[in-house]
């Protein structure tokens, strides 16, 4: 069974440019988590999705943080215009719905210059 | 808002050694995690606690659910070099609600 699918692995970008990720979670897997993990410290909830619905947005900056899950299978974050203090990795989870055991993404790891 | 603490930051031991690490919060939880990452991947789950005094094994690893449901503990019997990696505790105090981390503590094992 494939795991929780993340791309891309790497991205470096000019700060104020824009910049989107994708994550695959695994299938039939309901809940679906967008986390941010700054160097040496643990990840930290950006948004969590219950299908389609955003459920928990509350730590997501939206000034320049969108995230969105259409058809409640894959999600896309993007950031737009992205900051220096934006460099960061970027992690994706998946979970059964109720479930305690999230599963996460390898991550892309953002660095802004 | 919430916030865990993790100790020791880092550590380094002898392959065979045995390892301890604890994870205290300001607040009580109801569950708590305990993950792995390794470099360049995600966190790994490797226990999951339901019950205050609980104690849970998976091979070598053995962690514990605080009686007081502000702390937690992870221990570690006979490191291997595959241990290496940053363990985390994560905590939450209601179901529905989102996961707490803490900053993790990093193990270094010596052969």
């Known amino acids: 069974e494939a795991g929780v699918v993340q791309s891309p692995r790497y991205k470096i970008i000019e700060k104020k440019q824009p910049v989107a990720f994708w994550c695959n979670p695994i299938?039939?897997?309901?809940?679906l988590y967008w986390y941010l993990q700054n160097l040496g410290q643990g990840p930290e909830l950006l948004i969590r999705y219950e299908n389609e619905e955003a459920v928990d947005d509350s730590q997501l900056p939206k000034d320049r943080f969108s995230a969105e899950r259409l058809k409640g299978v894959d999600s896309t974050l993007k950031i737009q215009p992205a900051e220096l203090g934006d460099s960061a990795v970027y992690l994706c989870a998946s979970s059964l719905e109720g479930s305690t055991e999230a599963f996460f993404g390898q991550g892309t790891r953002l660095t802004v210059v | 808002g919430q916030q865990l603490n993790q100790s020791p930051q880092s550590m380094f031991i002898q392959e065979g050694e045995d390892v301890s690490m604890n994870c205290t919060s300001s607040?009580?939880?109801?569950?708590w995690l305990w993950y792995k990452q390794e470099p360049g991947e995600g966190p790994v789950l490797l226990i999951a606690l339901y019950k205050a005094g609980e104690l849970t094994s998976n091979g070598r690893l053995t962690a514990q659910f605080g009686i007081t449901r502000k702390d937690s503990f992870l221990n570690i019997s006979a490191s291997i070099p595959s241990d290496v990696g940053i363990y985390f505790c994560a905590g939450r105090n209601n179901y529905g609600q989102n996961f707490v981390f803490g900053p993790g503590t990093r193990l270094s094992v010596l052969p």
């Open positions: 607040s009580i939880f109801n569950t």
């Open positions: 299938s039939g897997h309901n809940t």
